[in-house]
Nanobody
Framework: QVQLVESGGGSVQAGGSLRLSCAAAGNTASRKSMGWFRQAPGKEREGVAVINFGWTSYADSVKGRFTISQDNAKSTLYLQMNSLKPEDTAMYYC????????????????WGQGTQVTVSS
C-alpha cells in the first residue's frame, strides 16, 4: 500500500508561484513512478507532470512554467509552479504507480486527497 499526502496549495494572483509537496509512505516498489494531476470544476482530470528515475514529462499547457522533482531521501514529490494563470485553478493530486515509463494519460494506481490551487486574475 502507498499513502500520499499533498500540501502547499492556496490562493495566489496571476503571475505568482506556489510549490506543492507530496509526502509518500509505504511500499517503495509501488511508487516507481510519480506524477501530478489536476481537475478543475466541470472538467476531466488531466495529467500535469510525471517523473521516474529522473525522466520527466509535462503537459504542453505547463511546459516552461512547472517543474516536477523528487527528494528520494525524504520520500517527497514536488511541483514548482511559476507564472501561474487563472486557468491553472484546480484541485491538484499526487499519484504513484508501480510501473516505469508511465505517461500523462496513465491511470496511476495510488492517489492522494488533493490540494486546491486557486489563481485569481
Amino acid at each position: 500500500q502507498v499513502q500520499l499526502v499533498e500540501s502547499g496549495g492556496g490562493s495566489v494572483q496571476a503571475g505568482g508561484s506556489l510549490r506543492l509537496s507530496c509526502a509518500a509512505a509505504g511500499n517503495t516498489a509501488s511508487r516507481k513512478s510519480m506524477g501530478w494531476f489536476r481537475q478543475a470544476p466541470g472538467k476531466e482530470r488531466e495529467g500535469v507532470a510525471v517523473i521516474n528515475f529522473g525522466w520527466t514529462s509535462y503537459a504542453d499547457s505547463v511546459k516552461g512554467r512547472f517543474t516536477i522533482s523528487q527528494d528520494n531521501a525524504k520520500s517527497t514529490l514536488y511541483l514548482q509552479m511559476n507564472s501561474l494563470k487563472p486557468e491553472d485553478t484546480a484541485m491538484y493530486y499526487c499519484a504513484a504507480d508501480p510501473h516505469l515509463w508511465v505517461v500523462l494519460t496513465t491511470n496511476f494506481a495510488y492517489w492522494g486527497q488533493g490540494t486546491q490551487v486557486t489563481v485569481s486574475s
